[in-house]
């Protein structure tokens, strides 16, 4: 297991804690401690998690109450911080449009649900080597 991941900060933004629940578990699989793991159930907290803590890696859900996933990635562009921490979309969302509107704005990734373990795995440790260049 790699220093960079035992050392990645982990965001996951989903309204059902069931997914957010999952997410960590796969994420805790990879390596990365639990305690680096901060979790928001939607875009609004998420954008609070990040004020109080820089975080490498963001699982963010589309469609949530309050802020969704596409207008957290707006606010993140306004703010200039959309590049960040690398962000990977979670959803069922199938949008074309949407998803294109959302990677312009700064998502690197995408994981479809349900998600394999396997593919999260590989994302996180994608971004711990970006991190690390």
Do not use: C, W
């Not at 954008?47 to 589309?62: H, P, R, S, T």
Request: no cysteine.
């Amino acid at each position: 297991m790699s220093a960079d991941i035992q050392n990645t900060n982990v965001l996951i933004v989903d309204d059902s804690m069931i997914v957010r629940k999952a997410i960590r578990k796969a994420v805790v699989s990879t390596g990365v401690p639990d305690h680096s793991i901060r979790e928001a159930a939607n875009g609004q907290e998420a954008i609070e998690a990040l004020d109080e803590q820089g975080v490498d890696v963001v699982f963010l859900d589309i469609n949530m109450p309050v802020m969704n996933g596409e207008e957290f990635m707006e606010e993140l562009a306004k703010q200039g911080r959309a590049n960040d921490q690398y962000i990977v979309i979670v959803s069922t969302e199938v949008n074309a449009q949407r998803l294109l509107r959302i990677a312009t704005l700064g998502a690197r990734a995408r994981l479809q649900k349900p998600f394999e373990p396997e593919r999260l795995s590989a994302l996180i440790q994608e971004a711990a080597k970006e991190r690390a260049a």
